[in-house]
């Protein structure tokens, strides 16, 4: 029983059943046409497991989806990949969490989120002891109070030996700091974007943001920067990789598919330039189709095929991981 294994990666974060609308340009006060509808599963940490799953890896996901249709396509899109599906808790009557969101040529986007069942998230012992017998639990915000709390109590219960990795996207990195001080105490791998890496860390440098999460003991840190790249430091030394050379139609997604490659490569063992580098090609395949998982190639394309990628080589660094 995949239940009773230890599994490569847990997922922990909101289900939602995205809806995307492409429009010509995206409007703070305005109107547009529709030029196109794309609904599928979505959440960010969702996307990220799904896709450690596609590429072979033995996953769970603990989340909560409401007793409806889009809820029950949520379950089986985790089945599709073989994921374990036995922590996700259907409330019957709550509408599954739903995303709403508007991306334009120009790579503007504005997500709206409505929680829906993902308020209800709640862990009872037996997810603590689940989690602690994965090597990674990978986590991404949950909407409301007592969600937040939940999760940052099982973090903190966590043994050593579970690796944790923690996305904080827009949600929690505007949350004050000190609240998220217990996670990211604990964390060893984040990923963020640039604004979201100012939000969180209240530093406008991006250098000063990344030594004062390393001085509260995170030892990987990722920073997602579009057009600019991305960049990796590991306990003080790094690595920066230009942004992948596509044609972008969505950005939905890519962030979470630039986690999955890297976390990929950290479980696989390699050093982290070969890590970066999957990362950014596991993007650059999202980027080249509509949702957060349209994109996502087998593990052959990935390490195979795809868009090229290419390190800055005035910030390569020639280490193996440490």
């Not at 809806?19 to 703070?28: D, F, G, I, M, R």
């Not at 109590?153 to 944790?164: C, E, H, I, M």
């Not at 990195?173 to 990211?184: I, Q, Y």
């Not at 349209?294 to 795809?306: K, R």
Request: aromatic residues 8%; contains cysteine.
């Amino acid at each position: 029983m995949i239940g009773m294994e230890r599994l490569d990666v847990v997922g922990i974060g909101a289900l939602n059943w995205d809806c995307l609308y492409q429009v010509p340009e995206t409007q703070s006060d305005g109107e547009v046409v529709i030029e196109n509808v794309w609904e599928g599963p979505g959440g960010s940490s969702a996307n990220t497991v799904w896709a450690l799953a596609r590429w072979g890896l033995k996953t769970g996901f603990i989340g909560t989806v409401g007793g409806d249709q889009e809820g029950h396509y949520l379950i089986d899109a985790f089945v599709a990949v073989q994921t374990d599906t036995s922590r996700i808790r259907i409330v019957p009557d709550q509408p599954t969490g739903r995303v709403l969101g508007f991306f334009d040529p120009n790579g503007h986007r504005a997500l709206y989120v409505l929680p829906g069942a993902n308020l209800c998230f709640r862990l009872n012992p037996s997810d603590y002891q689940y989690c602690a017998r994965s090597q990674l639990i990978h986590i991404s915000p949950l909407a409301g109070r007592e969600p937040f709390e939940q999760v940052r109590n099982l973090v903190t219960s966590l043994p050593p030996s579970v690796t944790v990795s923690l996305a904080p996207g827009s949600l929690y990195s505007r949350l004050d700091f000190s609240e998220m001080e217990p996670l990211l105490c604990r964390a060893q791998i984040v990923f963020l974007t640039k604004d979201e890496l100012q939000n969180l860390t209240r530093q406008s440098a991006l250098t000063d943001g990344i030594k004062a999460l390393h001085d509260l003991g995170v030892t990987v840190i990722a920073v997602t920067m579009g057009t600019e790249g991305s960049w990796l430091s590991v306990a003080g030394k790094e690595w920066q990789e230009q942004a992948p050379q596509v044609t972008v139609v969505d950005g939905t997604g890519a962030g979470d598919a630039f986690a999955a490659g890297l976390l990929y490569g950290y479980l696989q063992g390699w050093d982290w330039a070969d890590c970066l580098t999957i990362a950014t090609k596991a993007a650059g395949f999202c980027l080249m189709a509509i949702g957060p998982r349209s994109g996502i190639p087998s593990l052959s394309s990935l390490l195979n095929d795809g868009p090229a990628v290419e390190q800055k080589p005035q910030h390569k660094v020639s280490e193996a991981r440490q």
